[in-house]
Structures are given as C-alpha cells and as structure tokens.
C-alpha cells in the first residue's frame, strides 16, 4: 500500500505483513517505511525492469518529480 499525504505526495508505503500484524487502532505511520524509493513515469520499462529483476524487486512506485503519485509499475508487465 503507497501512503499519500492530502496532496497526493508519496509519503512512504506498508506491506501487508505490518499492517496484519498491527493493532486495529494503530495508525499507518506506525507500520510504514518513510522514503521509499520511486522512479519517473518518462523511465524506460525495459530497463527498469532490467534493473528490478536484478535487484529482486518485483514492483516500483511511480511519481512526478514534485512527489505526487502517478501509480505503480510492476516488472512482469514489462514482458508482455
């Protein structure tokens, strides 16, 4: 899950494994990871993918350069 501010901003993301683990009243700032890491929407799909498989990852968050979120792109989808 991409957590976002009011204005659309990436904040940061939580995984399912935090978010199950977490207490029904805990907010989303106590299970996410700040910083998360993000790619441009003008990147190259191939090598991006290229990259994530190198580096064992299987999706990338995608934003604007001000931060706004664009969506996610997941490296699979880069071989169809």
């Known amino acids: ?3 976002v501010n009011h204005a659309q901003v990436v904040m940061g993301a939580a995984c399912r494994r935090e978010l199950a683990a977490a207490a029904p009243e805990a907010g989303v700032g106590t299970v ?3 910083g998360v890491s ?3 929407p003008s990147e190259d799909a191939a ?3 290229h990259r994530m ?3 064992g990852v299987t999706r990338a968050v995608v ?3 001000d ?3 664009v969506g996610l792109f997941f490296s699979a989808d880069a071989a169809t």
């Open 1 to 3: 899950m991409v957590v």
């Open 32 to 34: 996410m990871r700040f």
């Open 38 to 40: 993000t790619v441009r």
């Open 47 to 49: 090598a991006l993918a």
């Open 53 to 55: 498989g190198h580096a």
């Open 63 to 65: 934003s604007r350069s």
């Open 67 to 69: 931060g706004t979120l």
